[in-house]
């Protein structure tokens, strides 16, 4: 009896190494990086959440708990790059398309303002593979690689943005060299399909470096010969308004009233340059022919943007009402992206100009509509939220945030409507409108109207009946 105990017990130990082994291999597969580059990161106890590589090294931006810096969709990911490529040398980039609505990568100056933005569409797939934002194009193909290569230099002049380039592709991203050499591209992803991690379940794109000699580097060697520690070189209002610059804002503001820049009913205003930004506190005149969309921190070239200031002074709540475009419908994994009126867009509520967080974000598809197409939004304080603001009652609730701008006043946010790659044939995006002061007149019934209420008062003004589930009557 004591040999066969002993016998057992040899049995069952060895039984349990080899499980330990098993599970270690299988442990070790599951962390096994999947990018080139990654390997590096993996020792590293990183505090923030989501997949980087040393390439792209400084991400994910988005909403909390993620990197919430220079106004991130609530329902995307931004991962930026900062190298230089060598003397002679060339750099491509090796991907595979997201499962997602959107991706692009844009070059950027030491300003943060965008230089050039190659869309998803714009990419052509390697031989063999599918583009999966093209149109009627299968949005589940297997094989989706594609090649993009970095190039040092501005972009054609005159190239247009910020509406759909039917029929273009592009291969190269210019990315001009600033400071000492330095270099900046940032890569998105909107909205990815459910279930799909932070890169839309196809990784990160991996950089390759052929250098003047013809050899070819990856991984690390090639975040090295890219100089990828090197310190940001960029201007510190890159990112967000100086606190000393935003104070002022306030205060002249505040000598053309104590709400101003908030108006009630709510004025809104187009991003154009940084000058233009300022001119909402200021009232300044800026240059209304330059190129839109540059004002912002790290804008995104192929989204066009209004945007009000938000004063809990003038009302507690704002309700805000509009016709919604269509869009394609992606998050459950459609086969194909029908064709629309925008890409995407949503609603942001923002803390102010020099501190850049997002509070939170309603993109297209969790947006309720009526039966005409229009939409209810209600901005509020988390105790101001009235009770029939919720998506059940056909209502989509955004927050305030407690300390108002996160710079000295509570009760200021930013509220900001984006509007996506507008098609040719929709005249009524954000990408359509003429002039400042003509955004109701071009917008239409697409113009987000809005108005400040009380909670009790939206309460009354909208009831809401939910019927009940059948088991709640017994």
Known sequence: MELRIKRWGRRALTLLIALAIAATAAWYGFLKPKTPGQSWLMAVDDPIPGPRTCFWLRGPAGADPYINIAYPDAA?????????????????????????????LISYDEKGQPVESVADYLIKP????????????????????????????LQPEG??????????????????????????????????????????????????????EGKELRGLEACEALNFRQPLQIDIAAMAVPMDKYQQLLKAAAAISPFHPATNPPTWHQQY????????????????????????????????????????????????????????KTLDGQAKAEPADLRYWSFCSNQGFANTRVNGCVHDENVPVNKDGVYTIVL????????????ECGVA??????????????????????????????KHAVQGVSAPGAE?????????KARYMSPSAFETALPCLIRKPIWQFW
Do not use: C
Not at 380 to 391: L, V
């Open 76 to 104: 995307t990911f931004y991962w930026a790059a900062v190298f230089t490529i060598p003397e002679g040398a060339k750099l491509r980039l090796e991907g595979n398309f997201p499962h997602s609505r959107y991706m692009s």
């Open 126 to 153: 390697d031989e063999g593979a599918t583009n999966p934002f093209l149109p009627d194009a299968d949005r589940s193909a297997a094989k989706r690689s594609y090649r993009l290569e970095i190039v040092d230099g």
């Open 159 to 212: 190239q247009p943005t910020g509406m759909n380039l039917v029929g273009q592709t592009r291969d190269t991203l210019h990315a001009p060299k600033y400071g000492t050499g330095q270099q900046a591209i940032l890569y998105r992803i909107y909205a990815n399909d459910r279930g799909r991690d932070e890169t839309g379940g196809a990784g990160m794109p991996v950089p390759v470096v052929t250098t003047k």
């Open 273 to 328: 340059d940084r000058d233009a930004l300022y001119a909402i506190y200021t009232g300044a005149p800026f240059n209304i022919d330059g190129r839109k969309s540059t004002g912002g921190f790290y804008p995104n070239l192929d989204n066009q943007y209004i945007r009000t200031i938000v004063n809990r002074k003038l009302g507690k709540i704002l309700v805000v009402r509009g016709k919604a475009p269509t869009t394609p």
């Open 380 to 391: 509020s304080r988390k105790e101001d939220r009235p009770r029939n603001a919720r998506t």
């Open 397 to 426: 609730w955004l927050p305030m945030a407690d300390d108002g701008d996160g710079s000295g006043d509570a009760d200021v946010t930013v509220f900001q409507l984006r509007h996506m790659l507008g098609a040719g044939e929709f």
């Open 440 to 448: 109701e007149q071009d917008m239409g019934e697409y113009f987000p």
